[in-house]
């Protein structure tokens, strides 16, 4: 099946700094989502985004399919912005329609 | 337009004892999927659900687990006769159809 690797596994940050995570994957893809799991556990959607980019406040995404990456920018940091960052794709055939592969995720961390 | 909804937030079951697990997907959305988060192996995909159909129940273990979304009420994924390994958080997620999942809050189970 299709293989998503996140990069960094743990970032620390003092708050007002700005980051970029990474979501590399093994094939082509559908679907592509950013979620922010915050330190409740909630699932929280970030980004709907198989392809371009796309801003929301200070979030922001880009994947390049045809390079099989996607890329999501936190700037001025908050603390609440800590909590664990998960991509997940949703691969093209071969029994991966539908189903969500996850990262392991990125561990943020935004010290006041 | 309420999100999807779970319940219980938190159910503690005895080893050996059934445990139920509902979600109610968003209105309008007919798909439903359960994943499930183990502390060591993150989000994995379990079952792909549609009205009265199951799609693809690839990640779903053989044994114990079953899972139904019937045509009136909310899909239940059931646990029979749980052990401490089922201890994980149960995400559920729904679509209109093969687009952006949005995920319900989990269920936390413990097994003692």
């Known amino acids: 099946g299709i293989q998503v690797e996140q990069s960094p596994p743990d970032l620390i940050l003092q708050e007002g700094a700005n980051s970029t995570l990474r979501c590399n994957f093994s094939d082509s893809v559908n679907n592509l989502q950013w979620f922010h799991q915050n330190p409740w556990g909630q699932l929280i959607n970030l980004f709907y985004?198989?392809?371009g980019t796309k801003q929301n406040g200070r979030l922001s995404a880009t994947t390049v399919a045809t390079e099989r990456y996607s890329l999501l920018y936190i700037s001025s940091s908050q603390t609440t912005d800590s909590g664990v960052y998960f991509c997940?794709?949703?691969?093209?055939?071969?029994?991966?329609?539908?189903?969500?592969?996850f990262g392991k995720g990125t561990l943020l961390t935004v010290n006041p | 337009n309420a999100g999807v909804m779970q319940n219980p937030r938190h159910l503690v079951r005895r080893r050996g004892q059934e445990a139920r697990l509902r979600c109610s997907p968003m209105k309008g959305h007919s798909h439903v999927y359960w994943y499930r988060q183990l502390p060591e192996e993150g989000l994995k995909f379990m079952v792909y659900?549609?009205?009265?159909?199951?799609?693809?129940e690839s990640g779903m273990p053989k044994e114990r687990f079953s899972a139904e979304f019937p045509k009136e009420g909310p899909s239940i994924l059931r646990i029979q006769q749980v052990v401490r390994g089922d201890s994980a958080a149960y995400f559920c997620?729904?679509?209109?159809?093969?687009?952006?999942?949005?995920f319900g809050p989990g269920t936390r189970l413990t097994v003692t």
């Open positions: 985004i198989p392809s």
């Open positions: 997620a729904s679509s209109p159809g093969s687009q952006e999942q949005y």
């Open positions: 659900l549609q009205k009265e159909n199951i799609i693809d």
């Open positions: 997940a794709v949703e691969g093209r055939g071969g029994g991966s329609n539908y189903k969500l592969t």
